[in-house]
């Protein structure tokens, strides 16, 4: 069993749609929770990153993790064609670790 | 900032030979991280290093890869010999410190072994 577990997708949405992508994973020693957005050809960059349980907003985009479940989600408000990419959830155990990724969801989003 | 830059971006050879990719991080940042991504394993760290030091290697598939790092300003991924399961897209990254301050990622070097 991975430790990161992320349905790879494809996700197809109209534009304006909200869209849930999520993460579930196993080991509870994880303590920060991140999300990496990768376009086509390019490499991951850091979109959020979370400590420990809760919420936390950026513009349209909002990460929630619930430690008790070992679940973590991206929400993206009012998507747009420009949000087309691929996403992963990363996890770290401690500041000193090394990131765990899941396979990332590819999103494309619809004019 | 140039960001991290890595060459080739596309590198296609036929079994057997030695493949060398280069990775020049960002000045100041102390870890170097290299990653390998592919459709069925997602991304996987395969190295990483402090200020010039190999860390961690267990994500090294096998001895036919190797990784140095010389200075600060200079790392290669070396696989000899290679293979065709080898092909992948592999990233370089660097970050001021280790953990939750963001890796910056270069563009990749997409390699195909024939």
């Known amino acids: 069993q991975k430790e990161v577990e992320q349905d790879p997708g494809p996700l197809s949405v109209p534009e304006g749609a909200i869209v849930s992508l999520n993460c579930t994973y196993s080991?509870?020693?994880?303590?920060?929770f991140m999300w990496y957005r990768q376009y086509s050809r390019k490499g991951p960059e850091l979109l959020m990153y979370t400590y420990s349980s809760g919420n936390k907003e950026d513009g349209r985009f909002t990460a929630q993790v619930d430690k008790s479940s070992k679940y973590i989600s991206l929400f993206i408000r009012d998507s747009q064609p420009s949000d087309s990419a691929t996403y992963l959830c990363?996890?770290?155990?401690?500041?000193?670790?090394?990131?765990?990724f899941g396979q990332g969801t590819e999103l494309s989003v619809k004019p | 900032d140039a960001g991290v830059i890595q060459s080739p971006r596309h590198e296609v050879t036929e079994m057997g030979q030695e493949v060398t990719l280069r990775c020049k991080p960002i000045s100041g940042h102390d870890y170097l991280f290299w990653y390998r991504q592919t459709m069925m394993r997602g991304l996987e760290l395969l190295i990483y290093f402090n200020n010039n030091v190999p860390i961690d290697d267990s994500g090294m598939p096998e001895d036919r890869f190797s990784a140095k790092m010389p200075n600060a300003s200079f790392s290669t991924l070396k696989i000899q010999p290679s293979e065709p399961r080898d092909s992948a897209v592999y990233f370089c990254?660097?970050?001021?410190?280790?953990?939750?301050?963001?890796?910056?990622f270069g563009d990749g070097t997409r390699l195909s072994i024939l």
């Open positions: 080991n509870s020693a994880f303590q920060y």
């Open positions: 990254a660097s970050s001021p410190v280790s953990g939750v301050q963001p890796q910056h």
């Open positions: 990363a996890m770290i155990y401690n500041q000193g670790g090394k990131l765990i």
